[in-house]
Structures are given as structure tokens and as C-alpha cells.
């Protein structure tokens, strides 16, 4: 199944995707030394807000949520993807090197996921 935003509400288990969502704001936060400051004022809300839906105490929108991933410059996506797994492709695949030029492998790498090629050998 393909995670888009529209049916990110409908999902069961919608609390998954939004840990997965603010533990991989939060690392890029990290990795760039930027505040939680900075992208409240970037996206329009105030800390105290923005806090709070780090918390769990308010609900992010829909729209919040594309906006941190506009401010980051990644799709939805590609946040709502757990990013702390080993990811192993396969150097001679071509989805592999599709994969290596797309915004959700940039972001795997940014936040610290292992990647791993192989050759695939020839038997």
C-alpha cells in the first residue's frame, strides 16, 4: 500500500505515522541545528502550538504536517516513512538506482539510515 496524505486519517494506526512523522522532524531538526522555533515561524504557528502537537496533545493537520515537510523540502511521504531500519539495495536493480536519486532516499540518508549496496551475482 502506497502512504499518501488523504489517507493517512483513515488509517488505523494513524498514531504510528504520526510518531514516525515527528521522530523524523524532530531528527532533521537535529541534523540541520535548526529550532523548533525557526519552523513554527516558518510554518505559521506558535511554539506553544507546535509543542503541543510534538506532544500529542493537539492533533497536527494535514496541512501542518505538509507544510513541515514543504519547510524540510520532502514530500509528506517521505516523513511519514520509518527512517531508523537498514535499507539494502541492490546496485545493478534499476528501482535501486531510481531509488538512490529520489527525495525519500535523501532523506533516509540525512537521518542516519544504513545503506547498503550489493551486486546481485550471477549464477
Do not use: W
Not at 10 to 37: C, E, I, P, W
Not at 47 to 57: C, M, P, S, W
Not at 87 to 97: I, V
Amino acid at each position: 500500500m502506497v502512504m499518501t496524505a488523504e489517507n493517512i486519517a483513515s488509517d488505523a494506526s494513524r498514531h504510528d505515522y504520526l510518531r514516525v512523522f515527528t521522530d523524523n522532524v524532530n531528527g532533521l531538526l537535529r541534523r540541520r541545528s535548526q529550532t523548533k522555533r525557526e519552523l513554527s515561524q516558518a510554518i505559521g504557528l506558535t511554539e506553544v502550538t507546535l509543542h503541543r502537537r510534538f506532544k500529542g496533545q493537539t492533533q497536527f493537520s494535514l496541512d501542518d504536517m505538509e507544510m513541515i515537510a514543504a519547510f524540510f523540502g520532502y514530500p509528506l511521504e517521505s516523513l511519514l516513512t520509518p527512517s531508523k531500519h537498514a535499507l539494502m539495495l541492490d546496485a545493478s536493480d534499476d528501482f535501486s538506482r531510481k531509488l538512490a536519486c529520489s527525495p525519500l532516499y535523501k532523506l533516509l540518508r540525512e537521518l542516519g539510515c544504513s545503506i547498503f549496496y550489493q551486486e546481485r551475482s550471477s549464477i
